[in-house]
């Protein structure tokens, strides 16, 4: 099992910079992909960035060359850094944990944390 707990959301002011942070407890040695989703209201959860345990990442087409994802393998960390934040980007972030170990017949099981508020204020 692997337990996710996200810091770093708040109230921002559009064109402002906030980090996100997300520290992994118990088995990160079965983690591979580690990212972050985001759900706003009224909308579904989506991707927006995630990095696999070798280093490779993928965006969103919507935060790139705004957001960057870094990841502490060791640590079972991993951060998202903000800038140029718009009033779109208001959601809930979500940290996620893929799993190398662990299956299931649709795919690998997914840990996720409790979220943390992003606002952006126009």
């Known amino acids: 099992q692997v337990q996710l707990v996200e810091s770093g959301g708040g109230l921002v002011q559009a064109g402002g910079s906030l980090t996100l942070s997300c520290a992994a407890s118990?088995?990160?040695?079965?983690?591979?992909?580690m990212g972050w989703y985001r759900q706003a209201p009224g909308k579904q959860r989506e991707l927006v960035a995630t990095m696999a345990s070798g280093g490779s990442t993928n965006y969103a087409d919507f935060v790139k060359g705004r957001f960057t994802i870094s990841r502490d393998n060791a640590k079972g960390t991993v951060s998202l850094q903000m800038n140029s934040l718009k009033p779109e980007d208001t959601a809930i972030y979500y940290c996620?944990?893929?799993?190398?170990?662990?299956?299931?017949?649709?795919?690998?099981?997914?840990?996720w944390g409790k979220g943390t508020l992003v606002t952006v204020s126009s």
């Open positions: 118990g088995s990160i040695n079965s983690i591979n992909t």
């Open positions: 996620n944990a893929a799993s190398r170990i662990y299956w299931t017949s649709s795919g690998p099981v997914n840990y």
